[in-house]
């Protein structure tokens, strides 16, 4: 089965093009998937796999109080892995096809008001040697919209500042093209002029825009740990991370009447069912005005 597994990543990254951080997803996920198979169920014939083996798995996974997001792309990972076998004629059974996805509470994302935002910003200690670089962050992650990985994947080669956009390169390696405001153009092209040059003479960079201290690629966890660092510091007691800031810009931008087809294509998403989730919160932001404010409640 090991070998399967091995094949089934080849195409993900050939054939597929998928980014590495999905294709690390996929292999940790079937590892632990191969390993229940194995230690529990002691099958070792794919054709024996039957669909009470994945109910049981789910189950254990259940047990351990696993996010139940987690377990939908671990199953997702697991029905994906089995079509591959049976296209590629390596058994004849798919235990998957009578399986429905475990279901998905209906979770609104937590966003913060613009003041918040604000806060964060003018928190930032103006005396510390990486504070372009910090505000740069926080300002991109909110007026562009990008996802943690497309800011860190972020190249000089994007920035188009004469039009006044970013070139993104988003899941799936797809590329798309997102408007930067003025605030976050302004921060960046100090950031540009004044520190990532110092920066980038300390590491081997190939262009990255955003670097670490040591003049590095900057990793996902930094990012997260840079907003931690100063939304701790401005008091936002919220529980808050880089994706927080892409809810708050597609939040934001519906609360002031953009069309919800243009936030799609600014963030990327391929269906705009997933988009639409942020119109259920626009009601929610309402009802919640209407909570506090009107006399009758």
């Not at 081997?204 to 966890?221: A, C, H």
């Not at 705009?272 to 932001?285: C, F, G, N, R």
Request: charge should be positive.
């Amino acid at each position: 089965m090991e070998d399967h597994l091995k094949e089934f990543l080849t195409t993900l990254r050939v054939e597929r093009n998928l980014a590495s951080n999905t294709i690390e997803a996929y292999e940790r996920d079937l590892k632990r998937y191969l390993k229940f198979l194995n230690s529990e169920t002691r099958l070792k014939n794919l054709d024996f796999i039957k669909p009470k083996h994945i109910r049981g798995f789910i189950r254990t996974l259940s047990d351990t109080h696993l996010a139940a997001a987690s377990i939908n792309r671990i199953f997702s990972s697991i029905r994906s892995f089995h079509a591959f076998l049976i296209a590629e004629k390596l058994c004849t059974n798919n235990p998957t096809q009578l399986l429905d996805a475990p279901r998905l509470p209906r979770k609104l994302p937590e966003v913060l008001t613009i003041n918040e935002i604000d806060a964060i910003l003018a928190i930032i200690d103006g005396e510390n040697p990486l504070a372009l670089r910090d505000t740069a962050i926080i300002e991109c992650l909110y007026s562009a919209g990008l996802r943690v990985s497309e800011l860190c994947e972020l190249k000089l080669t994007g920035l188009l500042f004469d039009s006044g956009m970013i070139r993104v390169i988003g899941k799936g390696s797809k590329e798309r093209f997102v408007p930067l405001g003025d605030a976050a153009r302004k921060i960046l092209e100090e950031y540009l002029k004044y520190l990532r040059p110092g920066l980038s003479r300390k590491g081997k960079n190939p262009g990255y825009i955003f670097l670490s201290r040591n003049g590095k690629q900057l990793t996902r966890m930094s990012v997260w740990n840079i907003l931690k660092r100063w939304s701790e510091a401005a008091g936002i007691t919220k529980k808050i991370s880089p994706h927080t800031l892409r809810h708050s810009f597609a939040t934001h931008l519906l609360e002031g009447g953009a069309d919800l087809r243009a936030v799609q294509e600014m963030l990327g998403h391929a269906d705009i069912s997933t988009t639409q989730i942020y119109t259920h919160l626009d009601k929610a932001y309402l009802k919640e005005v209407h909570r506090t404010f009107h006399p009758r409640w």
